[in-house]
């Protein structure tokens, strides 16, 4: 069933138009990925969702509501946590949440909250003294508070440290188990690839491209990819005449050989009855990556 439902969504700022003709539904209990580069109209959407920009044609309804009509309403059954956001250096963890908590009918269980996001121990510590880690906990705590059904989280991760990223991912997994649905806005690959059901790939404030992490990769290629150094010097021919290989690439002292089904071990059993060693061996697919690029032209760097 649909919670989420975005119809020819337009968005101009003067002449230039953010977001142009995109269209997607989000299923309940979904974590639905929005993808793409800075500037490509990912955060304009996801505001247009919330009702905190005025669209300019299209429709936006989150569980039956219009933001622009309806947005008392929706801001009791939707949480956000803003790309960018900054409570006061003083302000306590608690106080926060008690503040935000206030602003809506049916809050959830702070104390609990607190100990869910991994803040035990904090309620009493003042804003500019957590960690970045902690401060971008908070924030989902804030976007929490009010026991929303539908969660906006955007570019949560930015700024974070590679274990703290892992942490928060690992939080959101369990944010959406609770029973939230749960839009997430990232320019970060294995954060989409690792997190969500489904990706909208967008680009130049256009839609490219919407379906799973895998199906995405999928329309790309099904090929794959060896990866080793060998124990001797060879002529690339003792590859490019096995069917499975498709292509033999040199890079530094190592060897990349593409091709399809079986290619692992195709490529092993050449290498073993030549007496070449493959070290360093590593197996690799195509990645989200490569269909993002394969579909905007265009390399999405973290």
Request: hydrophobic content about 40%.
């Amino acid at each position: 069933m649909a919670i989420i439902e975005v119809q020819d969504l337009v968005k101009d700022y003067g002449s230039f138009r953010a977001v142009d003709g995109i269209s997607f539904e989000v299923g309940e209990g979904e974590i639905f990925g929005i993808l793409g580069p800075n500037g490509a109209g990912k955060t304009t959407t996801v505001e247009c969702i919330e009702g905190l920009r005025s669209r300019d044609g299209g429709s936006v309804k989150v569980m039956g509501l219009d933001p622009e009509r309806d947005g008392a309403e929706l801001k009791q059954v939707l949480g956000i946590q803003l790309q960018e956001s900054r409570l006061p250096d003083r302000i306590r963890v608690g106080e926060a949440l008690d503040l935000y908590g206030s602003f809506y009918r049916k809050r959830s269980d702070t104390d609990r909250l607190i100990e869910q996001l991994g803040l035990g121990g904090k309620r009493k510590t003042p804003f500019g003294k957590l960690s970045g880690g902690q401060q971008q906990r908070l924030s989902i705590a804030l976007a929490l508070v009010g026991s929303p059904r539908v969660a906006v989280l955007d570019e949560l991760t930015t700024g974070l440290d590679p274990q703290a990223r892992r942490d928060t991912w690992d939080l959101i997994e369990q944010v959406r188990d609770s029973g939230v649905t749960i839009i997430l806005v990232t320019h970060f690959m294995d954060e989409a690839e690792r997190l969500c059901d489904r990706i909208a790939v967008v680009d130049s404030g256009k839609l490219v491209a919407l379906d799973t992490p895998a199906g995405l990769t999928a329309r790309v290629s099904e090929e794959q990819r060896v990866r080793f150094r060998p124990s001797a010097d060879f002529p690339d021919a003792l590859l490019l005449d096995l069917p499975e290989v498709t292509r033999v690439e040199r890079s530094g002292s190592h060897m990349v050989v593409s091709g399809g089904e079986n290619l692992l071990q195709a490529v092993a059993s050449v290498l073993a009855r030549n007496h070449i060693v493959a070290a360093e061996l590593r197996v690799e697919q195509v990645s989200l990556d490569d269909a993002f690029v394969a579909l905007t032209g265009k390399s999405l760097q973290n």
